[in-house]
């Protein structure tokens, strides 16, 4: 699959963002999407992700309750809803795929795309 990210932006702390991913490609619905984050200087992060097939979604701690995933289907996209941001949630966002039949592991990333969140 495909992956490409976008949506960043600059808000302000207390405010939502909503990010997007558009996939492309073949056979969804063997795939998990995920939205990782890095911040300057820090790891890449797992923030969130959802199975495809059945829209299961699982969560970092960091974000539980903040952010929600969803996907529509028709336009193949993912998104990713960020609400009470905080300036700790600021870094470069990344979609990401798991193939679930296939080798383990985040094998398809898409470019980030850029979140600052002032104070």
């Known amino acids: 699959v495909q992956l490409q990210a976008s949506g960043g932006g600059l808000v302000q702390a207390g405010n939502s963002l909503r990010l997007s991913c558009a996939v492309s490609?073949?056979?969804?619905?063997?795939?998990?999407l995920g939205w990782f984050r890095q911040a300057p200087e820090k790891e890449r992060e797992f923030v969130g992700a959802?199975?495809?097939?059945?829209?299961?979604?699982y969560y970092a701690e960091s974000v539980e309750g903040r952010f929600t995933i969803y996907k529509n289907n028709p336009e193949s996209l993912v998104y990713l809803q960020m609400n009470n941001l905080k300036p700790e949630d600021t870094a470069v966002y990344y979609c990401?795929?798991?193939?679930?039949?296939?080798?383990?592991?985040?094998?398809?990333w898409g470019p980030g795309t850029q979140v600052t969140v002032s104070s």
């Open positions: 990401a795929a798991e193939d679930l039949l296939g080798v383990a592991g985040w094998g398809s």
């Open positions: 490609g073949r056979d969804f619905s063997r795939y998990s």
């Open positions: 959802i199975r495809w097939s059945d829209a299961v979604t």
